[in-house]
T-cell receptor
C-alpha cells in the first residue's frame, strides 16, 4: 500500500477554493487514490477517488499528476462545514485503507 | 438506504474485561473492515472480512479478533482489555472487493477502558 504525505494543517477563507495536496510517491500502478474527510468524532466520509485521470463530482475535484506521485483535492467554494481532517489514501484489493496523519483544514469566515 | 450501523456508540469497560462490538453494513455490502482511531496512532486498520472470510489483518495483537456472519454483519472482540485499547473503533463496509470501490464508515464505538 502506498504511503501518503500531507501537510498537517491548512487554512482557507470561506468561499474560496481549498487546494489540499498529497504525496503518494510509492503508489503502485493499479492502486486508486482515495480522499476521505472526518468531521470531529464522526466516521470518515468518502469524497472522491481516481486512478490517473482527473475526476470531479458534486463535492470536489481530484487532480492527479501524470506520474501519479501526487494529487490535489480541490473544494471549489469552501464553506464552514468543510472544516475537517482530510485524508488521502490508497485502496488495495482487500479493502484495506492505510491512513496517514491527514490535513486539518480550517475554513475561516 | 440505511448506512453502516455500529453498536453500542459508547462503552466503558474495566481493565482485564473483554468487549464485543457490532457492525451492520449497508444492505448488499459483503466487505466489512474495522479500524482503531487514537490520538497518538491515528486511524489504523484492524482487519477485513469478505463473505465470512478474514482476508487482511493489521498489526494488532491476538487479543483483537473478529468474525462475519452470513448476513454480512460483523463483530469484533477485544479480550483482556488494556488502558491503551481506549479508542474510537470504526467499521466500514464496501460493496465489492475491487480496488475501485469506496468505503462507507459508521459513526464508531467509543470505548473507554478504566
Amino acid at each position: 500500500d502506498a504511503k501518503t504525505t500531507q501537510p498537517p494543517s491548512m487554512d482557507c477563507a470561506e468561499g474560496r477554493a481549498a487546494n489540499l495536496p498529497c504525496n503518494h510517491s510509492t503508489i503502485s500502478g493499479n492502486e486508486y487514490v482515495y480522499w476521505y474527510r472526518q468531521i470531529h468524532s464522526q466516521g470518515p466520509q468518502y469524497i472522491i477517488h481516481g486512478l490517473k485521470n482527473n475526476e470531479t463530482n458534486e463535492m470536489a475535484s481530484l487532480i492527479i499528476t501524470e506520474d501519479r506521485k501526487s494529487s490535489t483535492l480541490i473544494l471549489p467554494h469552501a464553506t464552514l462545514r468543510d472544516t475537517a481532517v482530510y485524508y488521502c489514501t490508497s485502496h488495495n484489493a482487500g479493502n484495506m485503507l492505510t491512513f496517514g496523519g491527514g490535513t486539518r483544514l480550517m475554513v475561516k469566515p | 438506504k440505511a448506512g453502516v450501523t455500529q453498536t453500542p456508540r459508547y462503552l466503558i469497560k474495566t481493565r482485564g474485561q473483554q468487549v464485543t462490538l457490532s457492525c451492520s453494513p449497508i444492505s448488499g455490502h459483503r466487505s466489512v473492515s474495522w479500524y482503531q482511531q487514537t490520538p497518538g496512532q491515528g486511524l489504523q486498520f484492524l482487519f477485513e472480512y469478505f463473505s465470512e472470510t478474514q482476508r487482511n489483518k493489521g498489526n494488532f495483537p491476538g487479543r483483537f479478533s473478529g468474525r462475519q456472519f452470513s448476513n454480512s454483519r460483523s463483530e469484533m472482540n477485544v479480550s483482556t482489555l488494556e488502558l491503551g485499547d481506549s479508542a474510537l473503533y470504526l467499521c466500514a463496509s464496501s460493496s465489492t472487493s475491487t480496488v475501485n470501490t469506496e468505503a462507507f464508515f459508521g459513526q464508531g464505538t467509543r470505548l473507554t477502558v478504566v
